[in-house]
């Protein structure tokens, strides 16, 4: 299984960025697929999660300003991610698993290599 994000890098404070991760070596529909993210000094937390219904999650502290989605066609999920604050910086990660049991917990069977997302103020 291999998963690859792109999309990442530098945006002002309220600016947007949209994330992808392309998904191999596995039946892309039937997984749950999320989104964590660590910044410096802190503990990896999870961002949101799709399963293989469609339903999400997410944190608090993204609401109203993240849209995680997916393309069944291409395995690849997205997280768009609009209004940035400098506290959204962090590396992202994408992960997936058979169910989204352990998406709480941050238990992910596969995970990608991260990428960087910095807000400056």
């Known amino acids: 299984v291999d998963l690859v994000e792109s999309g990442g890098g530098s945006v002002q404070t309220g600016g947007s960025l949209g994330l992808s991760c392309e998904a191999s070596?596995?039946?892309?529909?039937?997984?749950?697929m999320a989104w964590f993210r660590q910044a410096p000094g802190k503990e990896r937390e999870g961002v949101a999660s799709?399963?293989?219904?469609?339903?999400?999650s997410y944190a608090e502290s993204v609401k109203g300003r993240f849209t995680i989605s997916k393309d069944n066609a291409k395995n690849t999920h997205y997280l768009q991610m609009n209004d940035l604050k400098p506290e959204d910086t962090a590396m992202y990660y994408c992960?997936?698993?058979?169910?989204?049991?352990?998406?709480?917990?941050?238990?992910?069977?596969?995970w990608g290599q991260g990428i960087l997302v910095t807000i400056t103020s």
């Open positions: 992960a997936a698993d058979v169910t989204c049991v352990g998406y709480a917990g941050g238990i992910m069977d596969y």
């Open positions: 070596g596995l039946h892309f529909s039937r997984y749950c």
């Open positions: 799709i399963d293989s219904n469609g339903r999400t």
